[in-house]
């Protein structure tokens, strides 16, 4: 079955400092995405950044970056220079070719604090 | 505001009634996506659709659950008969149509959510 684990439920870093989320999937496709999404108390997804499987370099957008490691089946986020703005449920997902690359299968998210 | 536009935001609903909620995509957008998200968990996939026509429904959505998009733009999702473990966050994202193997990277943008209890 296609699946995402976050092992982390919740995660605190001192503001200023960088964090690592984790994420490992399980899929037998060759080609599928993988995706973080923020979700602040608010609830809106926020889409932070993609790595698509065939990439063969670590995604990058601004203070966020993915670490992937593609043997090991995992694809964590690292959020680098914490912001008080940061803390909110963080949200691992992969889309697959089934179906067209329709849906999205996310994880239990981490829940990261960002202490001052 | 072009982002993706859900009302209400809130719902209280007594167990047993029918509730109906709205989801108003960006405009240019062909994919329009349902999901639910219960406390705790990520999101889990409901249906989709590609303009007008609803091409995947998950086996969550049982029988009491119809989800329409009449003319391609907005959706509506409703629960007939609700039950007290229909009480989510019911999330509704829309993207551009992929349809090459890079078409993966097209991003879901999502909207607010509407948050239903039943009691």
């Known amino acids: ?28 496709d060759q080609s599928y995405g993988l995706f973080w999404y923020k979700q602040p108390s608010s609830g809106e997804m926020i889409f932070l950044i993609y790595q698509g499987s065939y990439d063969e370099q670590n995604a ?21 220079a914490s912001q008080l703005g940061d803390s909110a449920m963080y949200f691992c997902a ?3 070719p089934s179906g067209g690359y329709n849906k999205l299968i996310f994880g239990a998210g981490t829940r990261l604090a960002v202490h001052p | 505001d072009t982002g993706v536009s859900q009302n209400p935001r809130h719902k209280i609903t007594k167990r047993g009634q029918n509730v109906t909620f ?32 609803q ?3 998950s086996r969550l959505l049982s029988d009491r659950f119809s989800a329409e998009r009449p003319k391609g733009s907005f959706s509506t999702l409703e629960i ?15 993207s551009l149509a992929s349809v090459t193997l890079q078409g993966a990277r097209t ?5 607010q959510g509407t948050r239903l209890t039943v009691v």
């Not at chain 1, 990058?60 to 680098?80: D, H, M, W």
Request: aromatic fraction near 12%; include cysteine; glycine fraction near 6%.
């Open chain 1, 1 to 28: 079955a296609q699946k995402i684990t976050q092992t982390q439920p919740g995660m605190f870093v001192q503001e200023k400092e960088a964090v690592t989320l984790d994420c490992t999937y399980d899929t037998s």
């Open chain 2, 107 to 111: 991003e879901a943008f999502f909207g």
């Open chain 2, 55 to 57: 091409l995947e429904k």
């Open chain 2, 22 to 53: 709205r989801c108003d995509p960006i405009s240019e957008h062909n994919r329009l996506y349902w999901y639910r998200q219960t406390l705790g968990q990520g999101p889990e996939f409901l249906t989709y659709f590609q303009n007008e026509a």
């Open chain 2, 80 to 94: 007939q008969r609700t039950e007290q473990g229909d009480s989510a966050m019911y999330l509704c994202a829309s």
């Open chain 1, 94 to 96: 992969m889309r697959r």
């Open chain 1, 60 to 80: 990058t957008e601004g203070r966020y970056s993915l670490n992937f490691q593609k043997a090991r089946k995992s694809a964590n986020l690292v959020i680098s």
